[in-house]
């Protein structure tokens, strides 16, 4: 079992030393003229700016107009949290995505409340409904359905569920009128977007394995160019050198230590089985019989 376990190291280390040999950095040290191992790598360069379309402005009041009338009060009081969106709610949905509607990205962005944590909505949505928050998202899925007729003239609806890092596994819900460009729908997506809107309300939502809440908020997102990951560091060629001559040296001691054990030590007892025989020869086999024939010597 040593000398396999033995030639199966030996095999794992010609197969480390061909897999590295045949890869042509290994030996990009020995073309360097500057005698320095390895080229420097490129910088990655930055993704480009991702170009935003128009947008269409629909000249209607906003949040700094309407926020402290009593219509929109009376409406602030009909939202229920953690609950389906129900009839007596939907007027504020739809004001939210008319107060969206009426304000271009940036304007809606140079007031919004940044860096909300994700728990605060659930304790606090008082304090956030109908005020403008931005937010950071991961997206994994869109899905888009046709709008009833309503009030702020919207066609097509496009509900977006994504993470921020602080809300890490659990989801925001945010609603758009569109898509940013190379935005598609879909259920299993892998994109970055920047979202500026009005925070509605609490609304549950089916999950993996059971009902999960998620904060609703209606407004507009644009793209944000992925962040490239940074290169993997190159482990340079004298390491892996040295790794490989350690672990050769192991194999070659461990080899030297099992391969040809010395020979064990045998401890000689033939000396004790003859005088054992001697005293059972002496007498009928008892100790007793033994002491009868030989009695001590009187004091």
Request: hydrophobic fraction near 40%.
């Amino acid at each position: 079992m040593m000398r396999l376990g033995s030639a199966l190291i030996a095999l794992m280390i010609i197969g480390m030393m061909y897999t590295r040999a045949r890869d042509p950095r290994t030996w990009r040290w020995l073309a360097d003229r500057d005698g320095q191992a390895g080229v420097a790598a490129a910088a990655t360069p930055a993704a480009p700016p991702v170009a935003q379309p128009p947008e269409e402005i629909v000249p209607n009041p906003t949040d700094v107009n309407e926020y402290s009338s009593p219509d929109v009060q009376t409406e602030f009081a009909a939202i229920g949290e953690k609950s389906p969106l129900a009839v007596e709610e939907m007027p504020l949905y739809w004001r939210l995505m008319k107060w969206a509607r009426a304000q271009s990205f940036e304007e809606l962005q140079s007031r919004t409340a940044r860096d909300v944590l994700y728990t605060r909505f659930f304790q606090e949505p008082e304090e956030y409904r109908g005020k403008p928050v931005q937010l950071r998202l991961h997206i994994k899925q869109i899905v888009d359905w046709a709008a009833p007729e309503n009030p702020a003239g919207v066609k097509t609806i496009y509900e977006v569920s994504g993470t921020t890092d602080n809300s890490r596994t659990f989801y925001f819900i945010v609603v758009c009128p569109e898509l940013p460009p190379g935005m598609k729908t879909g259920t299993d997506l892998n994109e970055e977007g920047l979202f500026v809107g009005y925070f509605h309300k609490v609304m549950p939502y089916d999950g993996a394995v059971k009902k999960l809440a998620a904060p609703l908020l209606i407004g507009r997102l644009r793209n944000v160019p992925r962040v490239a990951a940074p290169p993997v560091p190159e482990i340079p060629t004298w390491v892996w050198m040295a790794v490989l001559g350690v672990i050769i040296v192991a194999a070659v001691w461990g080899w030297r230590q099992f391969a040809n054990p010395p020979p064990r030590r045998k401890v000689h007892t033939a000396g004790v089985g003859d005088e054992a025989a001697d005293w059972f020869a002496a007498g009928d086999g008892s100790p007793a019989a033994n002491n009868e024939s030989n009695p001590p010597a009187a004091g």
